[in-house]
């Protein structure tokens, strides 16, 4: 969101952008999880009331406050229009017992209930536009399919002194299930026994290094280098020196590092689902994988590093497509995107 703000103020609009960091806590650390909509509400309907935005975006979990507080003449006429990054419903998991039928309730249920009633939805990716048409009976007109950004630093050339390796593999992410660490953990030590001088770097894992290392066995241990937090420019430095980023997520919007590192010219094989459907040409700026056994992603990733021109041609791939991506050219679908909705108010 601080890209997008940045955007609409480089195209000559005011923007604010604000997180959950910012809004008094409940003094239930858990409850403050819970209630982002509520919290966030309180927090700034003074504000709202005070400056009179022209439009409120706000992120899905957030949405059913704010969409009911426009409902009850709260917040004027000013249009909601719903950021999704990734259809929350799409990510519960079955079952669960009690906790699980609890957070489908407070997750699914107050989505069901007001998500058709928002003036726009923005998603960033086909898959979740769809699963919005089809759940929640939203008109198409007010769904979008608007991608992120990539920051103007990852289009800039990197430093001379950075080579790309030729055998160094990336994963740019927390170190949760949901992003195929069990891929990576998997694979890792197969493709070890095929290419002893393979590396890997983990890199924002937020979780330390201890925690990431003990996933994978010590025969692996040599081979990996773990950064659990990296400043921007690291970032940058990473995607040039890599030779290829591996995205394996179960489920995602559309992952920024994605879009990052083919500024800087590193292709992905990612996971074929969610916004990496959308971006990634097969074999023009990367690759996808419909296999989850890490079986096959050693035997892929293995075939792409046998083929050094190939991977030469999809970086420049990748170089190209990012393109589209630029700042500029994003805000100026996503403005045009909320022109349409306040032309057919809600």
Known sequence: MELHAEGLRRLGHRARVWCAEDFASTGWPALDARTPGGRSLAALWPLARRERPDMY???????PAWIAARRLGLLGRAPVVVMSYAADERGLTPGGGVRGLVQRLRIAGAARAMLPLASGVW??????????????????????????????????????AVIRQAQQLLFVGTWIPRKGIEILRRALPILLGRIPSLRMVLAGTIADEAAVRAAFPGSAQGALRVVARSSPEELRALYAASTLLLVPSEIEGLPIVLLEAMAGGCPSLAAANSGMLDVIREGENGWLLGSREPDAWAARIEALLGNPEGLRRAGEGARTTA??????????RALEFYGLIASRPV
């Open 323 to 332: 393109e589209d991506f630029r700042l500029e050219r994003v805000t100026a």
């Open 123 to 160: 998603c960033v990716n086909n898959e979740d536009r769809a699963f919005y048409l089809e759940r929640y009976g939203l008109p198409p007109e007010r769904v979008a399919v608007i991608p992120h950004a990539a920051d103007d630093l990852f289009y800039a050339a990197p430093d001379q």
């Open 57 to 63: 975006n706000v992120h899905t979990l957030s949405a």
